[in-house]
């Protein structure tokens, strides 16, 4: 049950972060739990984890970072996530196909 709690919790939590934010999270998690695993098999994993989290959030946040780029339909200029319209051509932006 806590268990359950707990990843409803993390799954509202990430709901309203952008895709850099959830790319770097869900890197964290991942890499410590690798990290962990893998550091206990050597003796330590303490350590592990805390290398495992840190490179995978700094990879997390790199691919987060180049995913959620929008584009300008007609003149191809790449905006953050956050902007809506091309301030060149005013149109609104799209997603890139992922």
């Not at 290398?51 to 905006?79: D, Q, R, S, W």
Request: overall charge positive; some cysteine.
């Amino acid at each position: 049950m806590r268990k359950q709690i707990s990843i409803i919790a993390l799954m509202l939590v990430l709901a309203g972060c952008t895709t850099t934010q959830k790319g770097a999270a869900t890197g964290g998690l991942t890499g410590a739990t690798l990290g962990g695993i893998i550091g206990h098999q050597s003796g330590d994993g303490v350590k592990g984890a805390a290398i495992g989290g840190a490179v995978g959030t700094a990879a997390g946040m790199l691919i987060g970072n180049k995913l959620e780029k929008k584009f300008c339909p007609e003149g191809g200029e790449v905006y953050p996530e956050d902007v809506k319209f091309c301030p060149k051509h005013g149109v609104e932006l799209k997603y890139r196909d992922r």
